[in-house]
């Protein structure tokens, strides 16, 4: 039985994406891949929204490495981070930050509550010169109000460092329309590709501090990563097959554009949301993001042997929780290359497992 994916990353590929991932892989020092990598540059900044004068660089680790990077580049030792912790992908920013030295304020959010502005506003922010947050933060599918934290920033000031793992090209994520001074990225959710490649979208604000702060970090050091960029290159080894995965896929997206691709997110999303009616669960957050639905059982059921169940007995794979969260809550994705009719196919399969 062929396992189906409703996971939040890696998703279901489209057939390109897994042909182009069969070829063998060429040299990459060549001109001929630095156009393909200047090419995923542009490509990117284009989906981004991102403003006139802004840079990507593009990591070869997950989008956890990603994340670091936008802390050890902006922010010096003495500077403090303002976080957004609703989840556990809002713990990791505060781990990185504890781990590598950076002061920062928690701003705590009950797991899937919407953020309270009005709270935010209230804070003192004193010290801090940045906030992090998760778009979507994945652990709970809720998704945050970018634009609203982005006005929150500049009124403050504040930069802005926005994780998009999940909602990029599931939810709308504009950089210079919402305020967005970075944005990471990476390529297993929206993107549909294979996991290992990350890109941080870096705006103009953000790249002219970049060369005041000493950063605390080799592989990761983004200065390094820009440098090279400008020759279409990357100073160490990259994914090689998952950049021309990545180019090959963002012919595809830029041809559509970005709020096509959302648009189609948001439509699998509602059919899904709707076709619950009748089962005893709950969407788990105040704010659901487009990228996945998030379920809370209603009838005693544990959600983990929900999960458990339906890749057993129907090769349907949704994605459990860990933690507190465990037997609380199970995702449903609707990344990559998934259409209607598989997601009634989870609808059914639910039907039956929770009778």
Same mark, same amino acid.
């Given at each position: 039985?062929?396992?189906?994916?409703?996971?939040?990353?890696?998703?279901?590929?489209?057939?390109?994406?897994?042909?182009?991932?069969?070829?063998?892989?060429?040299?990459?020092?060549?001109?001929?891949?630095?156009?393909?990598?200047?090419?995923?540059?542009?490509?990117?900044?284009?989906?981004?929204?991102?403003?006139?004068?802004?840079?990507?660089?593009?990591?070869?680790?997950?989008?956890?490495?990603?994340?670091?990077?936008?802390?050890?580049?902006?922010?010096?030792?003495?500077?403090?981070?303002?976080?957004?912790?609703?989840?556990?992908?809002?713990?990791?920013?505060?781990?990185?930050?504890?781990?590598?030295?950076?002061?920062?304020?928690?701003?705590?959010?009950?797991?899937?509550?919407?953020?309270?502005?009005?709270?935010?506003?209230?804070?003192?922010?004193?010290?801090?010169?940045?906030?992090?947050?998760?778009?979507?933060?994945?652990?709970?599918?809720?998704?945050?109000?970018?634009?609203?934290?982005?006005?929150?920033?500049?009124?403050?000031?504040?930069?802005?460092?926005?994780?998009?793992?999940?909602?990029?090209?599931?939810?709308?994520?504009?950089?210079?329309?919402?305020?967005?001074?970075?944005?990471?990225?990476?390529?297993?959710?929206? +993107?549909?590709?294979?996991? =290992?490649? #990350?890109?941080?979208? /870096?705006?103009? *604000? %953000?790249?002219?501090?970049?060369?005041?702060?000493?950063?605390?970090?080799?592989?990761?050091?983004?200065?390094?990563?820009?440098?090279?960029?400008?020759?279409?290159?990357?100073?160490?080894?990259?994914?090689?097959?998952?950049?021309?995965?990545?180019?090959?896929?963002?012919?595809?997206?830029?041809?559509?554009?970005?709020?096509?691709?959302?648009?189609?997110?948001?439509?699998?999303?509602?059919?899904?949301?709707?076709?619950?009616?009748?089962?005893?669960?709950?969407?788990?957050?105040?704010?659901?993001?487009?990228?996945?639905?998030? +379920?809370?059982?209603?009838? =005693?059921? #544990?959600?983990?042997? /929900?999960?458990? *169940? %339906?890749?057993?007995?129907?090769?349907?794979?949704?994605?459990?929780?860990?933690?507190?969260?465990?037997?609380?809550?199970?995702?449903?994705?609707?990344?990559?290359?998934?259409?209607?009719?598989?997601?009634?196919?989870?609808?059914?399969?639910?039907?039956?497992?929770?009778?």
């Amino acid at each position: 039985m062929r396992e189906t994916l409703f996971t939040v990353g890696p998703v279901e590929m489209y057939p390109e994406t897994l042909e182009q991932g069969g070829k063998q892989l060429p040299y990459f020092r060549t001109d001929e891949f630095s156009l393909v990598v200047r090419e995923c540059d542009d490509g990117l900044r284009a989906l981004a929204g991102a403003p006139t004068g802004s840079r990507t660089a593009i990591l070869t680790c997950s989008g956890t490495g990603a994340m670091e990077a936008t802390v050890v580049n902006f922010l010096s030792g003495s500077e403090r981070a303002l976080i957004v912790r609703g989840g556990s992908f809002g713990e990791r920013f505060c781990e990185i930050c504890s781990d590598d030295g950076i002061p920062f304020d928690a701003v705590h959010v009950e797991p899937g509550r919407a953020l309270d502005m009005d709270h935010l506003e209230s804070r003192d922010i004193s010290g801090c010169k940045a906030l992090y947050v998760n778009a979507c933060e994945t652990s709970t599918g809720a998704l945050y109000d970018i634009s609203a934290l982005g006005d929150f920033c500049r009124r403050r000031g504040l930069f802005l460092v926005v994780d998009g793992i999940s909602a990029f090209l599931c939810d709308e994520l504009n950089m210079e329309k919402m305020g967005v001074d970075a944005l990471i990225v990476s390529s297993q959710k929206g +993107l549909a590709l294979p996991p =290992g490649l #990350s890109m941080i979208v /870096i705006g103009p *604000r %953000l790249l002219a501090r970049l060369h005041d702060i000493r950063p605390r970090a080799h592989y990761l050091g983004l200065q390094r990563h820009l440098k090279d960029m400008e020759r279409g290159q990357t100073p160490f080894t990259p994914a090689v097959g998952i950049i021309l995965q990545l180019h090959s896929r963002l012919e595809t997206l830029n041809h559509i554009g970005a709020y096509a691709c959302i648009r189609k997110v948001s439509s699998l999303a509602q059919h899904f949301r709707e076709g619950l009616n009748g089962l005893p669960v709950r969407i788990f957050p105040e704010r659901p993001s487009n990228a996945l639905t998030a +379920l809370t059982p209603q009838n =005693g059921s #544990s959600a983990n042997d /929900i999960y458990l *169940r %339906l890749k057993k007995e129907y090769g349907l794979v949704v994605t459990p929780n860990g933690g507190e969260l465990r037997d609380k809550v199970f995702r449903v994705g609707h990344m990559g290359n998934i259409r209607v009719q598989d997601l009634d196919r989870v609808l059914s399969a639910l039907r039956k497992v929770m009778k």
